[in-house]
């Protein structure tokens, strides 16, 4: 049958308003697919990489960055550091990475004994000026490590305190990675040392009392509280790993140093508490296990 020029046109304004509403559908399912139908179009924005080899490292933290009690009593070690120090017994993830020759010109420890989170934001706004490629965070013992139970550090103020730190971060070092232990397991310190008479008697001296006061209590209260210290723990590292997973240049350790066996071989021998040299050293052999894999821990 012959076409005629106004059935010609009307079969193309048909065919374009298919190929439009085709189009307008491809649009509109991209869209609500989170925009994967872009991928390798010119908007698209991959991701940001976590880089395995960082060239320069500032460590952020309480005590335990700061090797206390790991060679003398009652002293830091900066030294000995997990995070930054040059002791080859050590080998801190700083010298790890960058190398013994050049760790030291390219590492920082901003960690202070004694802190806790609300004192992390102002240690990262020191350690943003280096702009660092790599901030190691260690907070969160002191927390849960007060003189009762109930006076621990709240779980939704350990939360504001990370997130203001790591957003103050992100404001002056927007490119800084941020590798964030876990809080150790402080019920199973007071496990390593309980038995001894003399560890005992150290620990009276005022060390975590929410935990080891009472070291060998067995009665319902001691042991509650024991417990209770245990399950905030818990929480703090769930909240280090919700806040850390919201941001694309963090990772948290997925529970390393909480569920790593620490024996009392690994610990300082003046307060049975603190890492000694060994703890330290199993400290640093965690994380660059984890800043250097391929993929965060699952």
């Given at each position: 049958?012959?076409t005629?020029p106004?059935?010609?046109r009307?079969?193309r304004?048909?065919?374009?308003?298919?190929?439009?509403?085709?189009?307008?559908a491809?649009?509109?399912?991209?869209?609500?697919s989170?925009?994967?139908?872009?991928?390798?179009?010119?908007?698209?924005?991959?991701?940001?990489?976590?880089?395995?080899?960082?060239?320069?490292?500032?460590?952020?933290?309480?005590?335990?960055?700061?090797?206390?009690d790991?060679?003398?009593?009652?002293?830091?070690?900066?030294?000995?550091?997990?995070?930054?120090?040059n002791?080859?017994?050590?080998?801190?993830?700083?010298?790890?990475?960058?190398?013994?020759?050049?760790a030291?010109?390219?590492?920082?420890?901003?960690?202070?004994?004694?802190?806790?989170?609300?004192?992390?934001?102002?240690?990262?706004?020191?350690?943003?000026?280096?702009?660092?490629e790599?901030?190691?965070?260690?907070v969160?013992?002191?927390?849960?490590?007060?003189?009762t139970?109930?006076?621990?550090?709240?779980?939704?103020?350990f939360?504001?305190g990370?997130?203001?730190?790591?957003?103050?971060?992100?404001?002056?070092?927007?490119?800084?990675?941020?590798?964030?232990?876990?809080?150790?397991d402080?019920?199973?310190?007071?496990?390593?040392?309980?038995?001894?008479p003399?560890?005992?008697?150290?620990?009276?001296?005022?060390?975590?009392?929410?935990?080891?006061?009472?070291?060998?209590?067995?009665g319902?209260?001691?042991?509650?509280?024991r417990e209770?210290?245990?399950?905030?723990v818990?929480?703090?590292?769930?909240?280090?790993?919700e806040?850390?997973?919201?941001?694309?240049?963090?990772?948290?350790?997925?529970?390393?140093?909480?569920?790593?066996p620490?024996?009392?071989?690994?610990?300082?021998?003046w307060?049975?508490?603190?890492?000694?040299k060994?703890?330290?050293a199993?400290?640093?052999?965690?994380?660059?296990?984890?800043?250097?894999?391929?993929?965060?821990p699952?």
């Amino acid at each position: 049958m012959r076409t005629t020029p106004a059935r010609r046109r009307a079969r193309r304004a048909i065919a374009g308003a298919g190929a439009a509403a085709a189009l307008l559908a491809g649009a509109i399912t991209g869209c609500s697919s989170g925009g994967s139908g872009d991928e390798g179009g010119q908007g698209a924005q991959a991701a940001p990489r976590w880089n395995t080899a960082p060239a320069s490292i500032a460590a952020v933290g309480d005590s335990i960055t700061r090797g206390f009690d790991a060679c003398s009593v009652l002293a830091d070690c900066p030294e000995v550091s997990w995070a930054t120090g040059n002791d080859p017994a050590v080998r801190s993830l700083a010298t790890r990475l960058i190398g013994d020759a050049e760790a030291p010109a390219r590492s920082w420890n901003y960690a202070v004994t004694g802190s806790r989170m609300a004192d992390l934001p102002a240690q990262l706004a020191g350690a943003a000026g280096h702009k660092p490629e790599l901030v190691t965070v260690m907070v969160g013992s002191n927390d849960a490590c007060r003189p009762t139970a109930s006076s621990m550090t709240p779980v939704a103020d350990f939360r504001a305190g990370f997130e203001k730190a790591l957003a103050g971060l992100r404001a002056a070092s927007p490119a800084s990675q941020v590798y964030v232990s876990s809080v150790p397991d402080l019920q199973r310190l007071w496990e390593q040392g309980k038995d001894s008479p003399m560890v005992r008697q150290i620990w009276k001296l005022g060390i975590c009392q929410s935990m080891l006061a009472d070291p060998l209590a067995a009665g319902t209260g001691a042991t509650a509280r024991r417990e209770q210290v245990r399950a905030r723990v818990v929480e703090y590292n769930e909240v280090l790993r919700e806040v850390c997973a919201k941001d694309a240049l963090c990772r948290y350790d997925g529970g390393a140093v909480f569920q790593y066996p620490f024996s009392a071989d690994q610990l300082s021998r003046w307060d049975w508490f603190h890492p000694g040299k060994d703890g330290q050293a199993r400290l640093a052999e965690l994380a660059h296990r984890q800043v250097t894999a391929a993929e965060p821990p699952r």
